[in-house]
Structures are given as C-alpha cells and as structure tokens.
C-alpha cells in the first residue's frame, strides 16, 4: 500500500511537471507567435523603447526559452531575483512568478486568494454532499413514487440553472430585498467564526444547489444499479434487514463513484470557483485568474494555473488512495 | 357471541393441523407471480402447484423465462417489488408464506430456506471477505459473538472442501475461483441448517469438471442435513445426476411433473420430448448433434390460448380443437406422475416409444 501511494504521488509530481512546461509554453510562446511581445504588457501604457527593453531584461525574455523554464522552476524552489540595472525585485520562494501589475510575488496573491476559495469549497462541499447523497438515496428507494419525481424536477431545474442566475436571484432576496445578509465581504475565519459562516453561507447556498442536484442524480442512478445487483438479492436471500441491505451492502457500493467524483470536484472546486465568487464578489482563486486574465496578468494566470491543477492532481491520487482502501479488488497486494 | 371466533380459530387451527400432517414440506398451490410493465401484465408464474418432501431434490427443467427462477424467488419471499403480485399458496412447514407478513419471511430466509445463484462472483458482495459475509448470514439469525460465528464460518468452508480454512476465511470473493465461490456461497447458505435450500442454476457459471464437484456436494450434503433441495437448471445433464423428481415448467406453469426414471424413460409431454432431443450428442452426425425445440418461448404478457406450448408442437394436429382454446390441467397418469397435454395419453405412449424414443 506505502508503494503504491508513493508511485501515485511520484506520477502525480510528474504530472504537475508536466503541466507547468505546457502552460509555461502556452503563456509565453503564444503570445510571441501572434506576433504580441509579453514585454509590452508589463511595462506599461503606451511604453518606450527603452522601457520595453527594459523589462525584457529584467523578466529575462531576451534568454532562450528553456532558459526562461529553468529560472521559473528554480524560483519555485529557491526564489528568484528580477534585476535591471538599478531596479531589483526579490520574489522569495516558493516563487511562482512575480506580478507586476500588482506589484507583488503571485505567491502572495494565492496565500490572500486561497482561505477564500478553501472556505467557499469546503463549506458548499459539506452542504452538497450531505443533501445531494440524502435525496438521491431517498429518491432511489422510493423509485417512481412522487417524492422521486419531485426530487428529479427540481434537480434538472437546479442542474439546468447557471450560478450567476441563481446566485443574483438569491444574492437580490437575501441581500437586498430582506436584508438578512446585507454587505456580503469576506471575514477570516480565525477573525470570526460566525461572520466567516454568515457571510459565505449564500455562497454556499448558490454552489451547493447546484452540485447537489448532480449528486443526487449521481447518487440515484449508482444507487439504483447496486440495488439490482445479485449480492443485494444474496444479501436479502440471507434474511437480512433491509436496513442493512441498503445501509451497509448497497450503500457501501453505491456510494464509492459518488466519492470518487467529489474528490475530483473538490479538487477542481479548490482550484477557484469562478461564476461564484465572481457573483459573490470574493477574490478568491477563480476571481484572481478572472482578473489576471482580463489585465493580461501572464505570471498571475501561470500561478494561478499551476495551482489550481496542483490541486485536481492532488485529488486525482487521494480518489486512487480511497478507491484501493474501499474496494478490494482495485487493493495492490 | 364469545364462542363463535374461538371456535372458528380451534376449527381453523384444527383445519392447519389436518393438512399439516398430509402436506408435504414444501407445498405450493396455484402460484401465480406476476409484474405489472408498461407494456403489460408479465405472467411469469402463471398457477403453479407442486410439492416437496424433506430429503428430496426436486430439478426444475425449462427454458429461460419459463418462470422457474420467478417461482424460486417467490418461495423465497424475494417478490415482494411494487409492481409485483404473488399470490396462490405456499406452504413452508405448515405456514402459508403469501400471506405471512414481510418480517416473517425474513426471519424464516436464510434460516429455514437459503439459496444458491446462479453466478457466485457478482452473488457475493466484492467489497466484504468470505468469511464475514457468511457470518453475517449466521449472526442475523443466532445471537452469538462474532468469535464463534467465525468458528462457524471456518467450519463450513471446510465442510465445502476450501482447503486451508482458516486463512481463506478472510479472502475477498475475487481472490477465490469461480468454484470456491459456488463452494462459499454453500457454505453461506448452509450457514443456518435450511431445510429448504433453493439453487439456481447452481453450476452453468461453471466449468464441467468444478460441476460434478459441486453437484456430489450438494448431494452429500442432503443426506447430512436431510434438507428439501429445488435445482433451477436448463441443463438436462444435471437434473439425471442429482435429482428425485423432475418439474418441467413452460410459460410459468408446469407442464410435466414426476419421479427422475419416469420423466427420462417415458416422458409423456411434447415439450419434454423436445428437451430430451436437445440434449447435445456427439455419437451423431454434426447436422444432428443438436436439435433445437423449434420456435421461441411464447411471450409471458399474451400467453397463446389453449395450450401455451402448440403454435410449437408437432403433434398439435393430432390433439383435437380443444389445445388451440383450453388450458390443459396436470392430469395424474401414473403413480407420482402428472402430464398437462391434450393428446390423448395412448397417443402420447404411442409418439414416444415409435418416433422419439428411438432417435433420442
């Protein structure tokens, strides 16, 4: 098992590698194709000569790409310096780049982004999981009855609505209509616990519709598979209690996809929101890039990027992890 | 007015009593199974009747959706869906199992009658070890530790011929061949001594040589626990070996009903005959080592009228108007044997030992 997860995680690192040169080429050579030199975008309206030089040299594009390469990956690690001339920057590792938009290491605009989107993630995640697995364990059991068929037309309204819909609408009754979450801002959670929950709890709400729809769904449909699968009917020839027969035979089974793609949501959930906290107003991850994206931030989108995929790899090998410890014929010997 | 319910409960008891002691061990009378579609009503068991004593192994023989696995689960109370309807008789040791409330027939399943299925990999649970899985099977209906349910469950495994017990009672299903598992899920039925045990196909997941193995199990084991057996089988092979009387079933009802010799050396119903003659051999001619019963089984939501079996029989001609409108009834033509055909029985005596007999 200790190998196994080793080699996940080994594969997982080479993955990430991987996606760092292939973003790093997308975001650098791209615009050098297109005929757009990323300089002109660093230094500013309307920029000199000189200055454009300048900038070049200071983010080192004048050097070979793969040298680029190595001085990013390096800064991730060591840390990196931005000199030109008698303009110095220190970028303190790990360093994923240095944005000069805003004047600050991307590290720095994660570390401020990340309790945001971690927040709004876990707390929707929490909300969908507990109600999208309850109504879909419901609806499969009560199979054609009215309650399933209500369930499912609500899902399919919640699954067809987008966020920025259904968060405006509930962002207008709650907020400004009844006033009951009036000034929605973000508010750390060691600051105050209960202005960190009342403030993202809309948020939360707004997500939560709409990933516990798919999970009911989700939950329904494997659910209903597993109840029509032969060690059901064993698990009834042996006199069992239906509640154990759904509680433990059917659930056991039901449920592994159903955690397998929370924790590749999750993963990408973490890796920024974008509609919510857009919606919501948090600078989260997702609003981060958003943002990056619309200045033309290069380094920022990088970081950011890398991020984000760091952490849809990181949930990639913890499914693998909890599918070898949950059933046993995926479990290495 | 205090008189009347006791005497009626004292004459019903009494009545109970009555059949009890001339009613075999197993008795179903008139079962009907049927599931409502959206195409129609499915009548999969359409008035079955049969009975079984303890110590004998009944083989129900018939096609796929000939209503012999709808039958089984009905017995094992497993019909119980939404859209289904059971109704008839099915007595268990004196005690009516339709009307019987579900919690009932819970605690007499797996305890008074347990079942074996057809494909033992996807019939045991893949994320839980043999061996819990059987001593859940024993726990829900003993009140013991999980010590000596283990005990237990190593002590079947070994009387099913898993070598090495007591390190194979914590393997996972996928770590066991294709006929431990069937030798597993014995054990797992066995777990509580049923009197009834039920097994469904038992060996067509399997290949020969496990089969015979499985088959002598079986075997011995009835003449351990003097247990009623019922095999689900399409396979003629296996009925010949374990079986003391033989139920051959068409469109949910049984057609032809009685002991092993008499079914094999004069069967008297059409479909029968079709069966014996489809049995494949090699001694003949390669156009000839199988011949099919022609045409498909009839649909089990319009049932054809008459006898279900004669837009496919031969000799449908030679059975008067009567088997194109007219149900024909299990009719007792020989001690402990019944035949529901139309032709007249000297016909019947007659096609065989003239036309299918010798080909046979």
């Given at each position: 098992?200790?190998?196994?997860?080793i080699?996940?995680?080994?594969?997982?690192?080479?993955?990430?590698?991987?996606?760092?040169?292939?973003?790093?080429?997308?975001?650098?050579?791209?615009?050098?194709?297109?005929?757009?030199?990323?300089?002109?975008?660093f230094a500013?309206?309307?920029?000199?000569?000189?200055?454009?030089?300048?900038?070049?040299?200071?983010?080192?594009?004048?050097q070979?790409?793969?040298?680029?390469?190595w001085?990013?990956?390096?800064?991730?690690?060591?840390?990196?310096?931005?000199?030109?001339?008698?303009?110095?920057?220190?970028?303190?590792?790990?360093?994923?780049?240095?944005?000069?938009?805003?004047?600050?290491?991307?590290?720095?605009?994660?570390?401020?982004?990340?309790?945001?989107?971690?927040?709004?993630?876990?707390?929707?995640?929490?909300?969908?999981?507990?109600s999208?697995?309850?109504?879909?364990?419901?609806?499969?059991?009560?199979?054609?009855?009215?309650?399933?068929?209500?369930a499912?037309?609500?899902a399919?309204?919640?699954?067809?609505?987008?966020?920025?819909?259904?968060?405006?609408?509930?962002?207008?009754?709650?907020?400004?209509q009844?006033?009951l979450?009036?000034?929605?801002?973000?508010v750390?959670?060691?600051?105050?616990?209960?202005?960190?929950?009342?403030?993202?709890?809309?948020?939360?709400?707004v997500?939560?519709?709409?990933?516990?729809?798919?999970?009911?769904?989700?939950?329904?449909?494997?659910?209903?598979?597993?109840?029509?699968?032969d060690?059901i009917?064993?698990?009834?020839?042996?006199?069992?209690?239906?509640?154990?027969?759904?509680?433990?035979?059917?659930?056991?089974?039901?449920?592994?996809?159903?955690?397998?793609?929370?924790?590749?949501?999750?993963?990408?959930l973490?890796?920024?929101?974008?509609?919510?906290?857009?919606?919501?107003?948090?600078?989260?991850?997702?609003?981060?890039?958003?943002?990056?994206?619309?200045?033309?931030?290069?380094?920022?989108i990088?970081?950011?990027?890398?991020?984000?995929?760091a952490?849809?790899?990181?949930?990639?090998?913890?499914?693998?992890?909890?599918?070898?410890?949950?059933?046993?014929?995926?479990?290495?010997? | 007015?205090?008189?009347e319910?006791?005497?009626?409960?004292?004459?019903?008891?009494?009545?109970?009593?009555?059949?009890?002691?001339?009613?075999?061990?197993?008795?179903?009378?008139?079962?009907?199974?049927?599931?409502?579609?959206?195409?129609?009503?499915?009548?999969?068991?359409?008035?079955?009747?049969?009975?079984?004593?303890?110590?004998?192994?009944?083989?129900?023989?018939?096609?796929?959706?000939?209503?012999?696995?709808?039958?089984?689960?009905?017995?094992?109370g497993?019909?119980?869906g939404?859209?289904?309807?059971?109704?008839?008789?099915?007595?268990?040791?004196?005690?009516?199992l339709?009307?019987?409330?579900?919690?009932?027939?819970r605690?007499?399943?797996?305890?008074?009658?347990?079942?074996?299925?057809?494909?033992?990999?996807?019939?045991?649970?893949?994320?839980?070890?043999?061996?819990?899985?059987?001593?859940e099977?024993y726990?829900?209906?003993?009140?013991?530790?999980?010590?000596?349910?283990?005990t237990?469950?190593?002590?079947?495994?070994?009387?099913?011929?898993?070598?090495?017990?007591?390190?194979?009672?914590?393997?996972?299903?996928?770590?066991?061949?294709?006929?431990?598992?069937?030798?597993a899920?014995?054990?797992?039925?066995?777990?509580c001594?049923?009197?009834?045990?039920?097994?469904?196909?038992p060996?067509?997941?399997?290949?020969?040589?496990v089969?015979?193995?499985?088959?002598?199990?079986?075997?011995?084991?009835?003449?351990?626990?003097?247990?009623?057996?019922?095999?689900i089988?399409?396979?003629?092979?296996?009925?010949?070996?374990?079986?003391?009387?033989?139920?051959?079933m068409?469109?949910?009802?049984?057609?032809?009903?009685?002991?092993?010799?008499?079914?094999?050396s004069?069967?008297?119903?059409?479909?029968?005959?079709?069966?014996?003659?489809?049995?494949?051999?090699?001694?003949?001619?390669?156009?000839?080592?199988?011949?099919?019963?022609?045409?498909?089984?009839?649909?089990l939501?319009?049932?054809?009228?008459?006898?279900?079996?004669?837009?496919?029989?031969q000799?449908?001609?030679?059975?008067?108007?009567?088997?194109?409108t007219?149900?024909?009834?299990?009719?007792?033509?020989?001690?402990?044997?019944?035949?529901?055909?139309?032709?007249?029985?000297?016909?019947?005596?007659?096609?065989?030992?003239?036309?299918?007999?010798?080909?046979?």
């Open positions: 098992m200790a190998g196994f997860v080699r996940r995680v080994l594969g997982g690192i080479v993955v990430l590698w991987l996606i760092s040169v292939i973003t790093f080429l997308l975001f650098f050579l791209v615009p050098k194709t297109l005929g757009s030199n990323p300089a002109v975008l500013g309206r309307a920029p000199s000569e000189a200055a454009i030089a300048g900038v070049t040299k200071k983010l080192g594009l004048d070979p790409l793969v040298v680029q390469y001085h990013f990956l390096k800064g991730i690690f060591v840390g990196r310096h931005f000199d030109a001339g008698p303009d110095k920057t220190w970028c303190p590792p790990p360093c994923f780049g240095y944005s000069f938009k805003n004047s600050e290491p991307v590290w720095t605009e994660i570390t401020r982004a990340l309790p945001i989107t971690v927040s709004l993630a876990f707390g929707a995640a929490v909300l969908f999981l507990v999208g697995v309850g109504v879909g364990i419901v609806s499969a059991l009560n199979r054609g009855r009215l309650v399933d068929r209500a499912m037309t609500v399919l309204g919640a699954v067809s609505l987008p966020v920025y819909f259904t968060g405006l609408v509930l962002l207008l009754l709650v907020s400004y009844w006033r979450f009036p000034n929605i801002h973000y750390a959670f060691l600051d105050s616990p209960l202005l960190w929950a009342r403030n993202l709890l809309p948020a939360w709400i997500l939560a519709f709409l990933y516990s729809a798919m999970y009911a769904r989700l939950t329904r449909a494997s659910m209903l598979d597993v109840l029509g699968e060690y009917r064993t698990a009834r020839a042996k006199g069992l209690p239906e509640r154990t027969v759904v509680g433990k035979h059917a659930l056991r089974a039901a449920l592994t996809p159903v955690i397998t793609i929370f924790g590749l949501d999750l993963g990408s973490l890796g920024g929101a974008v509609l919510t906290e857009t919606t919501f107003g948090f600078r989260g991850l997702g609003k981060t890039s958003i943002e990056a994206i619309s200045t033309g931030d290069l380094p920022t990088l970081g950011v990027t890398i991020f984000a995929a952490f849809v790899v990181l949930a990639n090998i913890l499914v693998d992890v909890f599918y070898a410890v949950v059933d046993p014929r995926v479990r290495p010997t | 007015m205090t008189t319910p006791e005497s009626a409960v004292a004459a019903d008891s009494a009545g109970a009593t009555a059949a009890k002691e001339n009613q075999p061990y197993l008795d179903v009378r008139d079962l009907r199974v049927t599931f409502r579609t959206d195409d129609g009503d499915v009548h999969a068991v359409n008035g079955l009747s049969f009975g079984l004593e303890r110590g004998r192994t009944l083989g129900i023989v018939g096609e796929s959706g000939s209503g012999k696995s709808a039958a089984s689960l009905a017995v094992m497993l019909q119980r939404r859209r289904t309807t059971v109704s008839g008789e099915i007595w268990l040791d004196g005690e009516n339709v009307t019987a409330s579900a919690e009932r027939v605690s007499l399943r797996g305890r008074e009658m347990a079942m074996i299925f057809q494909d033992p990999l996807s019939a045991m649970h893949p994320y839980f070890k043999v061996g819990d899985q059987i001593i099977a726990r829900v209906h003993h009140d013991v530790s999980k010590k000596a349910a283990k237990r469950a190593v002590e079947l495994l070994d009387r099913v011929g898993i070598p090495d017990a007591r390190r194979r009672v914590d393997s996972y299903p996928h770590e066991f061949s294709g006929g431990m598992r069937q030798r899920m014995i054990a797992m039925a066995l777990s001594d049923p009197s009834l045990l039920i097994a469904d196909e060996t067509t997941a399997l290949d020969v040589t089969q015979a193995q499985i088959l002598d199990l079986l075997n011995d084991l009835q003449k351990e626990f003097n247990s009623a057996i019922i095999i089988t399409h396979d003629l092979g296996v009925v010949a070996e374990i079986a003391d009387e033989v139920l051959v068409y469109a949910g009802n049984a057609v032809e009903h009685g002991g092993v010799q008499e079914i094999f004069a069967p008297q119903h059409p479909y029968t005959w079709g069966l014996l003659s489809s049995i494949t051999r090699l001694d003949r001619t390669r156009a000839d080592r199988l011949r099919a019963v022609p045409g498909n089984p009839p649909s939501i319009a049932v054809p009228a008459g006898c279900p079996f004669h837009p496919r029989c000799y449908a001609d030679l059975a008067g108007p009567a088997t194109r007219e149900r024909p009834t299990l009719e007792t033509v020989a001690p402990g044997h019944r035949v529901a055909c139309h032709l007249p029985a000297e016909a019947r005596v007659r096609i065989f030992r003239e036309e299918v007999a010798p080909s046979l």
